[in-house]
DNA sequence: GTTACTATGAAAGTGAATTTCATGATCAGG
DNA sequence: CCTGATCATGAAATTCACTTTCATAGTAAC
């Protein structure tokens, strides 16, 4: 499944005149494979357990290249430090706990409906949109779970 | 108007141990006079007009302690830069022009309604959320209008 | 006024992210 | 295979917004 994904990658890249290479295959195997929501720090001590010698520049570049590609997705919880995540999934947007870092995903047509007609009311084109809800997830407000799954 | 909110936040803060400055006077009055949705950097130019010798240091301190008091509040429209508003305004979200940094608020009761649910929905106690639209503005779709309001 | 604070701002520090540059890897063409 | 040409890598340097430090100036309680 990530091999297929991969291999389209690196098909693209060479498309544009890039050239294939280990660490940047490395890097995206890991990437697709993690769970969402990783800084660039946490999938750089991932990548290390396979491949100590990666750098940490290499991992930004990769990222920042998956992202141009449209096939990562930057997100900023407010937190100072940028995550990504794999941007082939449908659309959503987040629940972030603020006490265990917790991330929920969730869709609402509904919502998505509202927002393009809040944008049509204004003359607005939108290209894009994020919505964050910061908060006390349920285990946090049930007393110290400590899930911490992002 | 300013005169009174000024007169206020200053007895907040000589209730709290602080001491009335001058300095952090003109920044307050600076802010709550312009428009919304400045860097700290166009603020601290705005001052200089009118205050030459201000510190870019003072104008950080004050617009943070003002966000402490919650009579300010801080945004990130993804710039990479901060943007402060007056919190006094009730709430609302921020569709943001990528062509020419217009800001138009709005304020939705169904969204923030569906928001409520979507929360209710996974147990999570919200605190705060960000909603913003990305795209382009009227003016801009119509073909290069440089308002540039904030 | 004296005293004990707080506020200020220049300079230094911080930390995430980017750029630089010498070196290594990859690939197309002979 | 070679051989260039070009891209990828990573350590170090740089950038940039923001924060902290610290000596000095300002403020207010006594
Ligand atoms: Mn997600
Ligand atoms: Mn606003
Ligand atoms: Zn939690
Ligand atoms: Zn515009």
Do not use: W
């Amino acid at each position: 499944m990530v091999e297929r994904l991969l291999q389209r990658i690196d098909r693209e890249i060479l498309a544009a005149g890039g050239k294939r290479s280990r660490c940047r295959a490395v890097v995206m195997e890991h990437f697709f494979r993690a769970g969402h929501h990783l800084t660039v720090e946490e999938l750089t001590r991932n990548v290390r357990t396979a491949f100590p010698g990666i750098g940490g520049v290499t991992v930004y570049r990769t990222l920042k290249l998956l992202a141009r590609m449209g096939y990562a997705k930057e997100l900023d919880f407010g937190e100072g430090t940028r995550r990504y995540e794999s941007n082939l999934s449908s659309h959503h947007d987040h629940l972030v706990c603020r006490e265990c870092g917790a991330v929920i995903e969730f869709q609402d047509p509904r919502i998505e409906r509202l927002q393009e007609l809040v944008t049509r009311r204004h003359g607005f084109r939108p290209a894009a949109h994020r919505l964050e809800i910061y908060g006390c997830c349920r285990d946090c407000a049930a007393g110290g779970g400590r899930a911490g799954k992002r």
